[in-house]
């Protein structure tokens, strides 16, 4: 069974500080993404990795950052946390070329709060 | 209008009931996947589907991919059950995933 596993399950974090949200799969997918999930306003991509040290933008990128060095860990950066970034964060992965004709495997998420 | 639409929004059933929940796209598309949330967070994967029919245990799901339509069915139905279920399209023309805003199903004992 594939393994996504998110670094914290709740985090609180202060408005301006630098945040590391880290995720880990154990199988070898070439594809990883980074999600936020808000009331109303389901599952929006922040951005996705097809490779290391590959990226693309998602729907929503700005202010945030990310960063594939191993082809297991995706790392999303929020470089200045602001209030409006308190959401639910979801890591996924996927296998192949066709990143979306395959299943998605979640982590279990974080539950970021900025103050 | 939303790409992908969901019905029902929000479903209580009793134990034991047979449940359906209802997908409907617009756009076309390669795969469209079935997710599973319960209360806390962690998605998973129920199915991924791009025509006919898959069963896994007490879930079946199908696609009409002529309809652009997709179901959800849930045999006998079980408090564990309780969960949002959101359905997915992966959209070949624009290589992006389109959420639905989930349906909320609540099993009664």
């Known amino acids: 069974d594939v393994k996504v596993t998110q670094s914290s399950r709740y985090l609180v974090k202060r408005t301006g500080e630098k945040v590391f949200l880290e995720c880990v799969q154990d199988?070898?997918?070439?594809?990883m993404f980074w999600y936020r999930q808000d009331p109303g306003l389901g599952l929006r991509l922040i951005y996705f990795s097809y490779d290391v040290k590959m990226k693309e933008k998602g729907d929503i990128p700005e202010g945030y950052s990310v960063s594939r060095e191993k082809k297991e860990r995706f790392s999303l950066i929020l470089e200045s946390a602001s209030t409006n970034q308190t959401s639910m964060y979801l890591c996924?992965?996927?296998?192949?070329?066709?990143?979306?004709?395959?299943?998605?495997?979640f982590g279990n998420g974080t539950r970021l709060t900025v103050t | 209008k939303n790409e992908v639409e969901q019905s029902p929004q929000n479903l209580t059933a009793q134990e034991g009931e047979f449940i359906t929940i209802n997908c409907s796209y617009s756009v076309g598309i390669s795969a469209l996947h079935w997710l599973q949330q319960h209360p806390g967070g962690g998605i998973v994967s129920l199915f991924m589907?791009?025509?006919g029919k898959k069963k896994h245990g007490r879930l079946i799901a199908t696609i009409n991919i002529q309809e652009k339509h997709s179901s959800l069915h849930i045999t006998a139905s079980h408090p564990r059950d309780s969960a949002v279920y959101i359905c997915a399209v992966a959209s070949y023309n624009t290589d992006k995933l389109i959420f639905g805003t989930g349906t909320r199903l609540q099993v009664f004992p």
């Open positions: 589907l791009s025509s």
């Open positions: 199988m070898d997918h070439e594809n």
């Open positions: 996924a992965s996927s296998l192949g070329r066709d990143r979306y004709n395959s299943p998605l495997h």
